[in-house]
């Protein structure tokens, strides 16, 4: 499983885009890069899921350049309530163990 | 649905006691998890299952047994508690998605449960 690297923490303001740059050196083809996020004294949750260029949801924008060693996290106009670890995990397709780092500590500020 | 439910949500324990985590899922997942996670860590495998009948071990499977007889339900057992094995337990249910990541290949979305809280003392 590719070992991925992101920042410790990241400090933004409200109605700020927080965008949370992750490193995977060593993806394989056959990888897929997933972003979770916990809120204190709960379980992760799905945020978004992508391959390769660019994937949009409703919650947040995941974009994959050429070479998918890296990927950005995008969260627009965050609020309060985006205050919360982000987990940037890669996996083999069909994969079901998911290795967890330590995450990125994003603190929104009024 | 309920989603992913753990039961209880706090536990203490003495050293040497056993116990069972409880999880269950009401959306027919067939992949199930257990994770701990230490403070300000993130999430290390336990053990997994991939349908009733079937389990693996993950990460860190040392004091910890699990069973799957039904696709609903996937107890941890904690078989001799130790201090070390304070921690906050996830379980989770994952369904696979054929995608157009890759070709024929299966991407997998995990829904965790709201946790369970143990200290061994």
């Known amino acids: 499983l590719a070992k991925t690297t992101q920042p410790i923490s990241m400090d933004s303001y409200e109605g700020q885009e927080v965008n949370i740059t992750c490193s995977h050196n060593?993806?394989?083809?056959?990888?897929?890069i997933t972003w979770y996020q916990q809120f204190p004294s709960q379980g992760p949750r799905f945020i978004i899921q992508?391959?390769?260029t660019k994937v949009t949801n409703e919650v947040a924008s995941l974009f994959i350049p050429a070479d998918r060693k890296s990927s950005t996290l995008s969260l627009p106009r965050v609020s309060l309530s985006d205050t919360a670890v982000y987990y940037c995990?890669?996996?083999?397709?069909?994969?079901?163990?998911?290795?967890f780092g330590g995450g990125t500590r994003v603190l929104v500020k009024p | 649905n309920a989603g992913v439910t753990q039961t209880p949500k706090f536990q203490v324990l003495k050293t040497g006691q056993s116990m069972t985590l409880q999880c269950a899922q009401d959306?027919?997942?067939?992949?199930m998890s257990w994770y701990r996670q230490d403070p300000g860590m993130g999430l290390r495998l336990i053990h997994y299952?991939?349908?009733?009948?079937?389990?693996d071990q993950g990460e860190v499977p040392n004091g910890y047994n699990v069973s799957r007889s039904t696709t609903e339900d996937f107890p941890l057992r904690l078989l001799s508690a130790a201090p070390s094995q304070t921690s906050v337990y996830f379980c989770?249910?994952?369904?696979?998605?054929?995608?157009?990541?890759?070709?024929?290949?299966?991407?997998?979305?995990?829904?965790f449960g709201p946790g369970t809280r143990l200290t061994v003392l």
């Open positions: 995990l890669v996996e083999e397709a069909a994969g079901n163990k998911l290795t």
């Open positions: 060593n993806i394989a083809t056959n990888d897929y």
């Open positions: 989770a249910s994952s369904y696979s998605s054929r995608s157009g990541f890759v070709a024929g290949g299966e991407t997998m979305v995990q829904f």
């Open positions: 299952s991939v349908g009733a009948g079937i389990t």
């Open positions: 959306m027919n997942h067939e992949y």
């Open positions: 992508g391959y390769k």
